[in-house]
């Protein structure tokens, strides 16, 4: 062409847009509305929706609103115009470009969500179409893969907590912690739960929600710098929940905790970071009845913390209280191995007033990621990353109580997550941290311990010394 000018391309398909609005809006194509072209983003098209109105007896969307009074309305969005594809994903990805995602910053956040190394053939399993797509695998003889991975996963669990027997994953940690609680009332025919003030705020808050809804007593664990403070346990209490290691990323005096617990006749829940687990000691070695943690720090991304997967296991004598679904294995009528859906103590599939919970599905998809990466690592590389994360948070918490005005808010043993106190308040410095492209840590000054100054910690695989010294050199620098 001799004479370039700008052309306007509209994509459409046959049947969006006649040819003749095309020709007559070809030197002026912003005629063309959302009622005149089908995008095939879109759901509906104009017609789409002026048949809901019509069978609905409403001229408009704004008569089917009408009675609800105008300041409880929420306000227009302010949307531009309609957009083809090409122009929609050049758009969003402007607007992506102002995120500031973890992966782009120096992490050292913790609390229950932690930015770790995901190999990458755990994408590239659980992206196979034959996990994203399955649900429940009701038939078993068509269902073979999903539930040998299930079965695997329930393995996978009760070999990294050395209890007896485990599900097939939950929701997350929080609602597994907290029908873990309902599951221990059951058992002991008491109605009395007990928190440690050194548990998760996100797992204290969703307990406490199961606990009181069900009409049940809650009750708490004080803190002795930081850790669980031993206290006599009444015969009414039907389980103490501690976590391993707890919160503030202190390791619990365990023994002595579990005897206070058992010698009351209480059962012990445990609520472990599975990666801590590939370096001490399993909950089983002390005496765990329940154990109970999330999936997000195996082969989970962070992702604006979710989502994840619940894990729990118990002893075996517990085996039909245990909640949600479990896989076993077994042999088919020509002897060859099996899998098959067994134990469903679910409202599902047994009668509402039997079931041990109203948990209608779960995030096997997410349970799936954390068991191709402990698989992938193995015993040993599990070990590697637990002890490179322990190494990495004790060189920094090292480094940074060297900065005067800085120390470290409890003197008890920790494993890869710390407090530090400082001069200033601790939301002022993150959000210092924060310009400075360095997540620095969590505020505590809303949990259990009331830290306005303190900062919770996490240090991980990914924190390189590079990384950890910047930390330093900047909150010194913040300080000073």
């Not at 969003?92 to 120096?106: C, D, V």
């Not at 899998?339 to 103590?345: C, P, S």
């Not at 998809?365 to 068991?371: C, G, T, V």
């Amino acid at each position: 062409m001799s004479d370039c000018q700008d052309t306007f391309v509209i994509p459409i398909s046959s049947n969006t847009v006649t040819s003749q609005k095309i020709t007559q809006s070809a030197n002026n194509p912003a005629d063309l509305t959302a009622a005149d072209i089908h995008f095939p983003y879109l759901p509906h098209t104009q017609k789409d929706r002026l048949e809901m109105l019509a069978e609905i007896g409403v001229d408009s969307f704004e008569e089917l609103i009408k009675h609800v009074p105008a300041h409880l309305r929420a306000k227009p969005l302010a949307l531009p115009s309609t957009m083809s594809e090409l122009e929609l994903v050049e758009t969003i990805s402007k607007l992506a470009k102002k995120n500031k995602p973890a992966s782009g910053q120096s992490c050292f956040l913790g609390g229950g969500s932690y930015r770790r190394f995901v190999p990458a053939i755990v994408p590239a399993i659980v992206s196979r179409s034959e996990f994203a797509t399955s649900y429940t695998p009701y038939q078993a003889e068509v269902s073979q893969g999903n539930l040998q991975t299930m079965y695997e996963f329930q393995t996978a669990i009760c070999l990294l907590t050395n209890m007896d027997v485990a599900n097939a994953s939950m929701y997350d940690g929080p609602t597994a912690c907290a029908e873990a609680a309902l599951m221990a009332c059951r058992i002991t025919g008491k109605q009395k739960i007990i928190l440690s003030d050194a548990l998760n705020p996100e797992y204290f808050a969703v307990v406490s929600t199961y606990v009181k809804s069900c009409g049940l007593e809650l009750d708490q664990l004080s803190l002795d710098e930081g850790a669980t403070k031993v206290a006599a346990i009444d015969d009414k209490t039907a389980a103490v929940i501690i976590q391993y290691p707890n919160y503030f990323g202190i390791i619990e005096d365990l023994k002595k905790l579990e005897k206070a617990v058992h010698d009351a006749g209480a059962l012990l829940i445990f609520v472990s970071d599975p990666i801590s687990l590939g370096y001490l000691a399993p909950p089983g070695d002390f005496a765990a009845d329940i154990v109970v943690g999330d999936a997000q720090p195996c082969g989970n991304f962070l992702s604006f913390g979710g989502p994840s997967a619940g894990f729990m296991s118990c002893r075996v004598a517990y085996l039909r209280q245990l909640p949600g679904r479990l896989a076993g294995k077994t042999v088919d009528s020509q002897g060859e191995t099996a899998f098959t859906l067994t134990l469903q103590a679910r409202e599902q599939h047994i009668r509402r007033s039997k079931a041990t919970s109203n948990i209608c599905t779960n995030q096997a998809l997410n349970a799936l990621s954390m068991l191709v990466y402990l698989c992938a690592l193995g015993p040993q590389g599990l070990k590697s990353v637990a002890y490179a994360s322990m190494q990495k948070a004790h060189y920094l918490a090292n480094e940074l109580t060297k900065i005067s005005g800085v120390s470290m808010a409890f003197n008890k043993p920790f494993f890869s997550e710390f407090a530090i106190v400082t001069p200033k308040p601790a939301k002022e410095l993150l959000e210092k941290l924060n310009a400075q492209n360095i997540l620095g840590g969590l505020d505590l000054a809303h949990s259990m311990a009331k830290l306005d100054t303190g900062i919770l910690i996490s240090a991980t695989e990914m924190n390189h010394k590079e990384e950890l010294d910047h930390y330093v050199f900047i909150l010194k620098k913040l300080l000073a």
